[in-house]
C-alpha cells in the first residue's frame, strides 16, 4: 500500500531541506562564502580532512537532495556527521547540549534514516529505475 500524499510531500521536503542545510556547511569550507572557513573569504584545504569533509558536505549532500544514488550517498554523509561529532565534539564533553553537537547528532541519524529509507516515490533514483528495470524495479521504487 503506497503511502498517503501528504506523508510522501513530507519525506521529500525532508530529502530536500536537511541536506541544503549541510550543504550551507560545505560552501563555507570550499567556497568560503556564507561566512568562510574560520573567517569571511577563508577555505579548508581541499586535500585536508576539513576539504573532505566539505566535499562530502556540499556535493554528496546534493545527491541526497536530488534523491540520486540516495541510500550510498545519505549513508556517507551520516558516516561524515558521526565523525564529526566524536572527532569535534564528544572530547568537549558527553552530552550533545553541552559540546554543541546536537546538529551532528541529528544530521547523522537523519541521514541513516535517507540511507535506509532511499530516496522515496519523488527521487531521481524513482524517475531512473522506472525507465530502466520492469516490474522488479517499479516494485522497489513503490515499496520506497
Request: net charge positive.
Amino acid at each position: 500500500m503506497e503511502a498517503p500524499f501528504h506523508q510522501r510531500a513530507a519525506f521529500t521536503l525532508l530529502r530536500i531541506v536537511a541536506p541544503f542545510v549541510i550543504m550551507q556547511h560545505g560552501a563555507q569550507k570550499l567556497f568560503g562564502v556564507l561566512g568562510g572557513f574560520g573567517a569571511p573569504g577563508h577555505t579548508a584545504r581541499l586535500f585536508s580532512l576539513m576539504g573532505l569533509a566539505g566535499v562530502i558536505e556540499f556535493f554528496v549532500a546534493l545527491f541526497v537532495m536530488l534523491g540520486l544514488f540516495t541510500r550510498v550517498a545519505a549513508f556517507i554523509v551520516s558516516g561524515e556527521m558521526a565523525t564529526a561529532y566524536f572527532l569535534v565534539h564528544r572530547p568537549r564533553g558527553f552530552w550533545p547540549i553541552h559540546n554543541h553537537g546536537e546538529l551532528p547528532v541529528l544530521f547523522c541519524f537523519t541521514f541513516l534514516f535517507f540511507a535506509a529509507y532511499g530516496g522515496g516515490r519523488w527521487s531521481l533514483d524513482a524517475l531512473l529505475f522506472r525507465k530502466r528495470g520492469g516490474p522488479q524495479a517499479e516494485t522497489a521504487v513503490r515499496a520506497a
